[in-house]
């Protein structure tokens, strides 16, 4: 990781620029999946099992009784750990619901709103090299309590065409029952169009590679939505002397090890403070399983020493990072100076893998720079916002003549009209 004193503002974008993926390419790749799985379904499906899993799928769907011996193959500790996560995910989303409003606005005129979940949602869990069963967790939780009607898991297989038992046991535990052995641009595509196995959605959630992320996106083109544009992992951490850099390097690492495209980025008062990290950052390298992929995702990287909180504040939030560690003395300043982020840590204790696992808060977060727009994923994620109004005979006499004005006003003779004659059956039954 390099160093840069005090940079101008005006070089803030290029010194902190994420690694750029050439969409159109990659799009080239997944625009032909799409289609093959919107034109072959299941078979589509099994043949890109084999071609990029390298296992021969007969069912796609996991069955009953694979589920349930899932439990089994896994430690108690971990099966406990889990337990722990869902019991705090499930109380901070169940904070998040929000009662029904009815307000008499004017007289004879109500308005109300209320939230209705939306009825069919597919989950993309990714497998591979990092079986993300927390992400089980923090997309199947709000979905479940919003009460979504049906929910598709979708997750790639391993090499014996069998799904990581530590999924399968989140699934269950939080009564996920419809697994799809699917991964990649494939398994979006099919919750996208439908298959004979793969119900189609309304709305895609949950993190993956460039391919993923850009079949998303495609899938928005087709009317389904998706949760954000969410591209490769990141943290910015904004630490001083009262940090400890050990604990500062511990948590550039954790996100360092997502993968070679993921940034990590340290905002610190004095360059003497940012060489004890960078120092501490080799140190702890060493002896990382996945050394080679942190190693490439710190070539992305920067340490920026910002003298002034105010300055080193408007860095922040110029960069707007997924996940967003404070471990300043001030830190009460810190939190109220900031507006970009997806998810803010506070204090030396608060490592950000806490809410990637079991703090409570959701990991499905807002990345390159769309914090300044998107919030992460929450209750509110999986529902709708219906509004109602009623309006009264006494109502429509006190409001009508406001709107046929309005609408005269717009050209707009027929809206004018759906009250005028409203106005006038009223006045003739006097």
Same mark, same amino acid.
């Given at each position: ?13 290029? @010194? ?31 043949? &890109? ?9 007969? =069912? ?41 409003? +009815? ?29 993300? &069963? ?37 699934? +269950? ?31 895609? &959630? ?26 490769? +992992? ?35 008062? +004095? ?23 942190? *190693?490439?995702?710190?070539?992305? =990287? ?78 509110? =994620? ?15 006499? =006190?409001?009508?003549?406001?709107? @046929? ?24 039954? *006097?």
């Amino acid at each position: 990781m390099k160093i840069l004193i005090n940079p101008d503002t005006k070089t803030w974008n290029k @010194e902190l620029a994420r690694p750029v993926h050439k969409m159109k390419e990659i799009e080239k790749i997944v625009k032909p999946i799409m289609k093959k799985v919107k034109r072959q379904g299941d078979k589509a499906l099994k043949k &890109f099992a084999l071609e990029y899993d390298h296992v021969e799928i007969d =069912s796609l769907l996991v069955e009953d009784a694979e589920r349930n011996a899932a439990g089994a193959k896994l430690r108690t500790e971990l099966k406990d750990a889990i337990q722990t996560a869902r019991y705090n995910i499930e109380k901070f989303h169940k904070l998040q619901e929000m009662p029904a409003i +009815s307000s008499e606005i004017m007289q004879g005129v109500t308005c109300m709103r209320r939230s209705v979940a939306i009825q069919k949602v597919g989950l993309y869990i990714p497998g591979g090299t990092a079986p993300l &069963f927390s992400t089980v967790l923090m997309l199947g939780i709000p979905a479940k309590l919003a009460g979504c009607q049906e929910i598709v898991l979708c997750t790639p297989p391993d090499p014996q065409g069998a799904v990581h038992p530590a999924i399968l046991y989140t699934a +269950s535990l939080i009564g996920i029952t419809k697994i799809v052995k699917a991964g990649g641009a494939q398994a979006i595509a099919a919750m996208c169009y439908g298959t004979a196995s793969v119900p189609q959605v309304d709305k895609i &959630f949950g993190p993956g590679n460039q391919y993923v992320t850009a079949a998303k996106q495609l899938a928005t083109r087709q009317g389904v939505a998706i949760d954000m544009p969410a591209g490769p +992992s990141e943290v910015l951490v904004y630490a001083d002397d009262t940090a400890i850099p050990d604990f500062v390097a511990a948590d550039l690492l954790s996100q360092a090890e997502h993968g070679v495209d993921s940034q990590v980025v340290l905002v610190c008062p +004095s360059e003497k403070f940012a060489k004890k990290v960078l120092a501490a950052v080799e140190e702890q390298l060493k002896e990382l399983p996945r050394q080679k992929i942190a *190693k490439k995702a710190l070539e992305n =990287s920067v340490a920026i020493v910002m003298e002034k909180m105010t300055d080193a504040l408007d860095l922040i939030n110029a960069y707007a990072p997924e996940h967003l560690i404070l471990a300043v003395k001030e830190e009460e300043r810190a939190v109220q100076g900031i507006v970009n982020a997806g998810s803010v840590f506070i204090g030396n204790y608060t490592p950000e893998a806490a809410g990637d696992y079991a703090s409570g808060t959701n990991h499905t977060l807002p990345t390159n720079g769309y914090a300044r727009s998107y919030s992460g994923v929450s209750l509110d =994620s999986f529902v709708k916002k219906i509004t109602y109004q009623k309006i009264t005979a006494e109502g429509i006499r =006190s409001l009508g003549p406001a709107i @046929e004005v309005m609408a005269q006003h717009e050209n707009l003779e027929a809206h004018k009209r759906a009250v005028t004659v409203r106005l006038d059956y009223l006045a003739n039954r *006097k």
